[in-house]
């Protein structure tokens, strides 16, 4: 109650009030000793505390030792250049009688018992459940039911409700887990991110809950959209958090994912050659656009180097995506990544001459090959699986411009060899699922 006097302070200063400070003060207190805790605020030099019983201090950090028990008037005045500018005054009691506040507890899942533990002459309690949810009980031993997993600060308040001879408080941190919030209703946070540079698209993967709130982790106010566009001011990196609730089940989630943002100042881009013989790739980077300081490859079999022209051999067949990415002093300026076929030895993937497509690719073993407007007459297609063994000779003799299969495949990766006058002219890869 107090704190209205502090309040009604602020709203006069506020509207023009002429006072340059404000007295505020609050306290602890064991049995008769007494801790002042200065809250004033404003332009003073200096101050005076009257305890109430005749002693007073110009100390702002007094620790006072009442003499018995009873009801003092304890007073702070405060002074700039020798003249008060404001001063205040609280009622307070003092006893001589032992209080002290003391709990265990025992978690189950989301479920806490809390036990008291306390000694002392009191007769009432008070208990703080830490969730700001209007966790609070006035039993001895209560139960409480958290809605979500985490780690709260539980208060127990003791005090003797009928002559006030003792109060005393404990703190302590209650971690508890669980997959459901409580009254039963399950709640789940969960999203996924796609990144363009500065601009962020969330994808809302959560279940459960009824109200959604982002926080993007840079200050700035949350956003209640479904899936929002986030776009940042400045690259950094950023703590995304998304919390969903749900009031009719009593259901509360978050779920936090550490995202960093890029503004790219380059435009990579490389070259390769290979050697059939070996499969040995030889990459090189091309860009011409940016300041690039230093480079990282990565050949998407898991492993990476930061050599500006590596040069790597695969150890199997298949279809990779090797990505560059540049940086400029340390900091990530631009990323591309192309998609690199590694045939069997011995076999080439220039074109035919015509652009040549296989779609859907992956498939299910059954697709067309398109010759891009070309005619197929004449073209032997061969299909072989990754250990090079021969699945399909076959000789195109229709004029159409496209081909259609339907085969009975393994799921896999598989090449097929376009030769024309024998002479193979093109192989390409696809996938089967």
């Not at 003797?160 to 109060?167: H, I, L, Y």
């Not at 040549?356 to 005619?375: E, K």
């Not at 063994?389 to 097929?416: H, I, P, V």
Request: glycine content about 8%.
């Amino acid at each position: 109650m107090k704190y209205l006097f502090t309040v009604l302070a602020l709203i006069l200063i506020q509207f023009g009030s002429i006072a340059q400070c404000t007295a505020d003060f609050d306290w602890e207190t064991d049995q008769l000793e007494f801790e002042f805790v200065n809250f004033s605020f404003g332009t003073y030099d200096s101050l005076w505390i009257d305890f109430g019983d005749g002693n007073s201090t110009n100390d702002s950090t007094a620790v006072y030792e009442y003499d018995s028990a009873g009801f003092y008037t304890v007073c702070l005045s405060l002074f700039d250049g020798g003249a008060m500018c404001d001063s205040v005054c609280y009622e307070v009691f003092m006893s001589d009688t032992f209080c002290e506040a003391d709990f265990s507890f025992a978690a189950d899942e989301l479920i806490v018992e809390f036990f008291d533990e306390s000694e002392g002459l009191y007769n009432a309690h008070f208990w703080d459940f830490g969730d700001f949810v209007g966790g609070f009980s006035e039993d001895a031993n209560p139960e409480y039911t958290y809605m979500q997993e985490g780690t709260y600060e539980v208060c127990l308040f003791v005090y003797d409700s009928v002559n006030f001879s003792c109060e005393a408080e404990h703190c302590e941190e209650v971690t508890v887990e669980g997959d459901e919030g409580g009254g039963g209703g399950p709640c789940q946070a969960k999203y996924l991110y796609t990144a363009n540079e500065l601009e962020i698209a969330f994808e809302n993967l959560s279940s459960g809950g009824l109200i959604t709130s982002w926080d993007f982790g840079d200050g700035s106010d949350p956003s209640f959209d479904e899936e929002p566009i986030y776009v940042y001011v400045e690259p950094g990196v950023y703590e995304v958090c998304l919390s969903i609730i749900n009031p009719f089940t009593f259901c509360i989630d978050e779920y936090c994912e550490t995202i960093e943002v890029v503004e790219y100042t380059c435009l990579p881009n490389f070259t390769y050659t290979r050697d059939v013989s070996t499969n040995t790739f030889t990459f090189l980077d091309s860009t011409v656009v940016g300041e690039v300081t230093s480079v990282l490859w990565e050949f998407g079999d898991g492993n990476t180097s930061t050599f500006a022209q590596p040069i790597y051999t695969y150890n199997a067949v298949g279809a990779y995506n090797v990505c560059l990415t540049t940086y400029d002093d340390e900091s990530e300026c631009g990323k591309t990544c192309k998609d690199v076929n590694v045939f069997p030895l011995g076999l080439d993937d220039s074109p035919i001459g015509t652009p040549i497509n296989i779609y859907p690719n992956p498939n299910n073993g059954s697709f067309t090959l398109d010759f891009g407007g070309a005619s197929i007459q004449g073209i032997q297609v061969q299909i072989t699986d990754i250990a090079g063994r021969l699945l399909l000779d076959d000789e195109l003799g229709s004029s159409a411009t496209q081909a259609n299969f339907g085969l009975n495949m393994e799921a896999g990766t598989y090449f097929l060899r376009l030769i024309e006058n024998s002479t193979t002219v093109s192989v390409s890869s696809f996938v089967v699922r």
